[in-house]
């Protein structure tokens, strides 16, 4: 168990909904990633926060947002779906914005029908 | 700009086998490399890293080596076990201006029979 937890666990949606992901980094951690794994396109790197700011962006889709809170619960934002947006979704926490050791969730599957 | 290169899998080995998967990298500057493990159902967890040139990381009976000059951090075990098959990531980290990126590869998928 990393102490990073993802809800939901599952979840089955339709094409043009939005729905939100949530995460809970580990006690002490103040930097959460947000990452897309999908079939085709294996582990991609969407974005980061440290301490409630946007810190590095990746291959995040503009219909896709995300947010963290005081409390350092971040919520990934995923609007307009698409089939394509089918995936695993996994946080990861790590202490500060420039470690290199971060620590995963063990992610919410999104599926789009 | 930065990539990772994973030789595909799966990779079917027995049991006591010896493992290597390959990774190379393209990076600018001196990355930070990472392999990564995923278990059926799980969330990847850090297997080694090494931070820079010439450095060893070892874990659980992995090991893997930062050559700098062949761009390369492949992952080897003497003995494999049914309990190593999972999908194994290569990554590297760099950092930006005002945080951190990681970049993984495709994943390799290994498969360990009895």
């Known amino acids: 168990d990393s102490g990073v937890t993802q809800t939901p666990k599952h979840l089955i949606t339709a094409t043009g909904q939005r729905v939100t992901l949530r995460c809970s980094p580990r006690?002490?951690?103040?930097?959460v990633y947000w990452y897309q794994q999908s079939l085709d396109q294996g582990l991609q790197f969407l974005i980061q926060?440290?301490?409630?700011?946007?810190?590095a962006k990746g291959n995040i889709l503009e219909r896709f947002s995300a947010q963290q809170f005081p409390d350092l619960h971040s919520e990934l934002n995923l609007s307009s779906l698409e089939l394509g947006d089918s995936a695993l979704y996994f946080c990861?926490?790590?202490?500060?914005?420039?470690?290199?050791?971060?620590?995963f969730g063990p992610g919410t599957r999104l599926t789009v029908l | 700009g930065n990539s990772v290169t994973q030789m595909e899998g799966p990779v079917t080995l027995s049991e006591e086998a010896f493992l290597t998967i390959n990774c190379t990298y393209t990076?600018?500057?001196?990355?930070?490399l990472f392999w990564y493990v995923q278990y059926p159902g799980e969330g990847l967890q850090l297997l080694l890293k090494a931070t820079k040139a010439d450095d060893k990381g070892s874990n659980k009976g992995f090991e893997a080596t930062y050559r700098k000059e062949t761009t390369s951090f492949h992952l080897e075990k003497g003995s494999v076990q049914v309990s190593d098959s999972a999908v194994y990531f290569c990554a590297l980290f760099f950092p930006t201006n005002y945080g951190q990126n990681f970049v993984f590869g495709p994943g390799t998928r290994l498969s360990v029979l009895p």
């Open positions: 990076a600018t500057g001196y990355p930070s």
């Open positions: 990861a926490s790590s202490v500060s914005f420039s470690t290199n050791e971060q620590f």
């Open positions: 926060y440290y301490n409630g700011e946007e810190r």
């Open positions: 006690s002490g951690d103040l930097s």
